[in-house]
């Protein structure tokens, strides 16, 4: 049930574009991002709740298809700040969730 | 508080003993989840209360773990005779539960058991 995510790491530089997959096996209520710093207790982003729908905060944007059991999260002209490792929480039935195992993004200068 | 407060931050322990873990969710809010973090791994679900509903356990990953919520606040998790695979952040999260979705965690308790 839980949720598959990649790729498991991804470095980019200052600027770059990166998205982050997030994949479940089962049907999905809704779809929840977020971001944990070493150390430190995970951040809510965003939460996807219909088929196809996207919304975007700051630079950072989601996606989620309901008929394929997908979301994407979209990181665009990334600064150092969003370096961290960012999680899918896939939500199965109402409040059922399951965390993917992460991906790590590292943003170097 | 405005935020999840969890205690102990740090808890070491010897195998075989008992610990309990508390958290205190945010004022108000009706669900309250317990996950557990192995070190460079993501977050495993152990428990989640609604209400005064009954809990839903089926993420305790043995009968060594328990857990209660009291008055629909506070929330201990206690994990009894602790092995060393025990050893992880156990963090928890609350939530309104009022159609507003997001999950807020706690700083999280670490368990090292030696």
């Not at chain 2, 993420?59 to 695979?85: C, K, N, Y």
């Amino acid at each position: 049930q839980q949720p598959v995510q990649s790729p498991q790491a991804v470095i980019l530089r200052e600027g770059e574009d990166a998205v982050i997959n997030c994949s479940s096996s089962k049907a999905l209520y809704s779809v929840h991002w977020y971001r944990q710093k070493h150390g430190e207790a995970p951040v809510f982003l965003m939460i996807l709740l219909k088929g196809g729908e996207q919304k975007g905060h700051e630079k950072i944007s989601a996606s989620f298809n309901e008929k394929k059991q997908q979301s994407s999260l979209y990181l665009t002209a990334s600064q150092l700040s969003y370096s961290g490792t960012y999680f899918c929480g896939t939500e199965l039935k109402s409040n059922q969730f399951y965390f993917g195992t992460g991906t790590s993004l590292t943003v170097i200068p | 508080g405005a935020g999840v407060s969890q205690s102990p931050s740090n808890k070491v322990t010897e195998k075989g003993k008992d610990v309990e873990l508390r958290c205190d969710p945010i004022s108000g809010h009706t669900a309250l989840y317990w996950y557990r973090q192995s070190l460079g791994q993501g977050l495993e679900f152990l428990i989640y209360f609604q209400g005064n509903s009954a809990p839903d356990k089926s993420g305790l990953p043995s009968d060594r773990f328990s857990a209660e919520r009291t008055g629909g606040s506070v929330s201990t998790l206690t994990i009894q005779r602790t092995q060393q695979e025990d050893s992880a952040v156990y963090l928890c999260a609350s939530m309104p539960g009022t159609g507003e979705e997001t999950q807020y965690f706690g700083p999280g308790t670490r368990l090292l058991v030696l």
